[in-house]
């Protein structure tokens, strides 16, 4: 629609219709301190943004709220961005991040390729879209001399840890939506939350903390168990060592691509059709056994060294104490733990600077033992020193610290970061103020477990006496790593299929999944043009024994 003076009856349609457009002759946006009248919130300014790739013309609103000195000596603030489109319509969608947060990542929607949302940004799509950085900067200059644990050291503060966890995200909604009553002049008809990892965890957190604020939350590969998620790391360094003394040759690339071809083997046709997919979950776990993979006396090719097998099944089993007490989740074979993501997080990276070291021996250390640990403990920033953490973590004596808390510390790691319920969900505000929620999660997720995502949603249902497919809904992607990626259709409108949720009372039951073209894990047998349901948990794909594999149409839903 272009902007400018319209007709009255085109003025009408346009009411009508819920987009609102901008005159070009306005400035950028009417919004200034002053008019905001938020205490503690202050506008730095705004600059109108031109269309380009694919987004249109839109206002970009900045500021920070809540400046103070933290206990550690050092500045905080929550910055954000709100990105307001010219073509708006009528929606308001709060981006939350990933990782550490400490960056305003650009307010486009979740994920800056749109997977979730067909492939179209939310901004594009004509959301009014707010993102920060969770109340502290991972560049502070004043955290350099740490290195690779600079990011991390806002966890020090203890004020920094809650805005990280859940404050930030209740500091801003209403922020957001009198920025954007103030320049559209009305407020938004419908409000989103959305994000992916930890930007799944800021969701599935405000969903118990604060549900009246949105009407619904769109929640990827969630880290709603986020601290106990991280002791794996430990755990995880720990049992890779075992196989070698250099973790990054521990599971070769050569040793991951075998893993996953075997399982596909095992697998595959348990959904009906060989297609190179293991959607029927369930079933696999009792088809393959990874001891199948040992190397028989003399045999060389085609199977690892049973060191290999024993770290692949321990880091699978999950972390636990010297009582043998669980401290997080065990995670399920799928054929997409030879993929290349998986390989980043658990082994090695693609990043020289890490000497290629893996994600949960850089960010995972630093993050365990600074923000997760009451009271923190102090890590040197080098890879050497960030792997000699991990291999020093002790499982009975250090595990609990993500429960500790202190005088200065008043709120363990597990209070400020999960779900106030996260261990018997019943999200009774959620459902009382007919919220929807819509979670998805890889099968093959090498960060945070789909089995501890799936226990989640069993234990909310027995809570809900079966009925939670009323308010919140899983979908479980064959083959998919964390937050994209895997071999794996990963390209999917979950964002419609929750509007339409909430706006229209459509329950999503299948959602159609198809390849990203951008994704180098998909193999060349595909056709590019494949296309998948993902199915409401527990059911799963299932071929429906005519037409062609490749097409969405010829599958059904099928319970395990």
């Known amino acids: ?22 005159a070009e002759g306005e400035s950028c946006s009417p919004v200034s301190t002053a008019s905001l009248g938020i205490s503690n919130v202050e506008v730095v300014g705004s600059k109108l943004q031109e269309a380009s790739n694919g987004v249109a013309k839109h206002c970009i609103v900045t500021g920070f709220a809540n400046q103070r000195t933290g206990a550690d000596g050092k500045s905080y603030a929550i910055h954000f961005e709100i990105r307001l489109p010219a073509e708006w319509n009528g929606r308001f969608l709060h981006q939350v991040n990933g990782g550490n947060d400490g960056i305003v990542v650009p307010a486009l929607g979740p994920k800056p390729d749109g997977l979730a949302s067909g492939g179209t940004v939310p901004l594009a799509r004509g959301f009014a879209v707010l993102s920060s950085d969770s109340g502290h900067s991972g560049s502070d200059p004043a955290n350099k001399a740490l290195g690779l644990a600079a990011g991390a050291a806002f966890g020090l503060d203890p004020q920094a840890r809650r805005d990280y966890g859940y404050a930030a995200d209740m500091a801003l909604s209403p922020v957001a939506k009198k920025i954007i009553t103030l320049h559209y002049g009305r407020k938004p008809d419908r409000s989103y939350m959305a994000g992916c990892s930890n930007g799944g965890r800021h969701a599935m957190v405000a969903a118990s903390r604060m549900p009246e604020n949105y009407d619904g939350f769109l ?113 399920p074979l799928d054929g997409g733990v030879g993929t290349g993501n998986w390989r980043a997080w658990k082994v090695e990276s693609t990043v020289a600077p890490w000497n290629n070291y893996p ?50 510390f008043t709120e363990s790691a597990m209070e400020f970061m999960t779900p106030p319920d996260v261990d018997d969900p019943k999200l009774a505000g959620l459902q009382a103020a007919g919220r ?99 199915c409401v948990y527990p059911s799963y794909a299932a071929y429906s024994g005519s037409g062609d594999i490749e097409e969405a149409s010829n599958f059904v839903c099928k319970a395990p």
């Open 359 to 408: 994600i949960i021996a850089t960010m995972g250390a630093a993050s365990l033992n600074y923000i997760f640990s009451t009271p923190p403990v102090a890590v040197e920033g080098s890879n050497e020193k960030l792997i000699d953490a991990l291999k020093a973590y002790d499982f009975d004596r250090d595990a609990p610290k993500i429960f500790a808390k202190d005088g200065t």
């Open 1 to 22: 629609m272009r902007s400018g003076l319209v007709s009255v009856v085109a003025l009408a349609a346009l009411l009508e219709s819920t987009v609102v457009v901008r």
């Open 436 to 534: 929807k929620m819509l979670i998805y999660h890889g099968h093959a997720d090498p960060v945070f477990s789909v089995n501890d995502t799936i226990r989640w949603y069993g234990r909310l249902n027995k809570n809900a006496q079966g009925h939670a497919d009323g308010f919140v809904r899983l979908f479980t992607i064959p083959g998919g790593t964390h937050c994209g990626g895997g071999v794996a259709l990963d390209k999917f409108d979950a964002l419609t299929a929750l509007t339409d949720w909430v706006e229209q009372g459509k329950a999503p039951e299948r959602i159609v999944a198809s390849i990203d073209p951008a994704n180098k894990e998909v193999p060349g047998t595909w056709s590019p043009h494949r296309t998948r349901p993902l």
């Open 219 to 331: 929640v990827g590969n969630p880290g709603f168990d986020l601290p106990r998620a991280a002791v794996q790391h430990a755990w995880d360094v720990q049992a890779f060592l075992k196989a070698d003394p250099d973790l990054r040759k521990s599971i070769t690339k050569e040793d991951a691509q075998l893993v996953s071809l075997r399982i596909t083997e095992a697998c595959d046709a348990l959904d009906g059709v060989k297609d190179g997919l293991t959607s029927n979950l369930a079933a696999c776990q009792k088809a393959f056994d990874l001891k199948s993979l040992i190397c028989a006396p003399g045999q060389t090719n085609a199977c690892l060294p049973e060191a290999k097998v024993d770290a692949l099944k321990t880091s699978l089993a999950g972390p636990k104490n010297s009582k043998g007490e669980a401290l997080y989740s065990d995670w």
